[in-house]
């Protein structure tokens, strides 16, 4: 191995020019430098807890906007149909934003 610095490179680039292509050197440069690329993204995330029902929770869903969303559905204290009315909403909502199932999911 060549030292580089005092450091043991992961690499030996031991070529002579004269006998080889400019296109060939171009190519091998290349390799060794796209091993360090990148891509870089943004995946928006929401977290949002669920407290109440009715209007308001409507509106609270149809602000995200997100690639992925965490919702808790907290719901301390609420009558059976409140949370009737929470349940109805959400899946309302979940059908309306993913209104075709993923393959893993179980058929109802």
């Given at each position: 191995?060549?030292?580089?610095?005092?450091?043991r490179c992961a690499f030996s680039f031991k070529i002579s020019l004269s006998s080889i292509s400019l296109n060939f050197v171009?190519?091998?440069?290349?390799?060794?430098?796209?091993?360090?690329?990148?891509?870089?993204?943004?995946?928006?995330?929401?977290?949002?807890?669920?407290?109440?029902?009715?209007?308001?929770?409507?509106?609270?869903?149809?602000?995200?906007?997100?690639?992925?969303?965490?919702?808790?559905?907290?719901?301390?204290?609420?009558?059976?149909?409140?949370?009737?009315?929470?349940?109805?909403?959400?899946?309302?909502?979940?059908?309306?934003?993913?209104?075709?199932?993923?393959?893993?999911?179980?058929?109802?």
């Amino acid at each position: 191995m060549e030292r580089l610095c005092g450091q043991r490179c992961a690499f030996s680039f031991k070529i002579s020019l004269s006998s080889i292509s400019l296109n060939f050197v171009e190519m091998q440069c290349a390799a060794l430098i796209h091993r360090y690329s990148y891509t870089l993204g943004s995946s928006p995330a929401a977290f949002e807890s669920i407290r109440h029902g009715g209007s308001t929770l409507s509106a609270q869903l149809d602000k995200i906007d997100t690639a992925f969303v965490a919702l808790n559905d907290d719901v301390m204290g609420a009558s059976p149909s409140s949370m009737r009315d929470v349940d109805e909403r959400l899946e309302t909502w979940f059908e309306r934003t993913w209104p075709d199932p993923s393959p893993w999911e179980r058929a109802q």
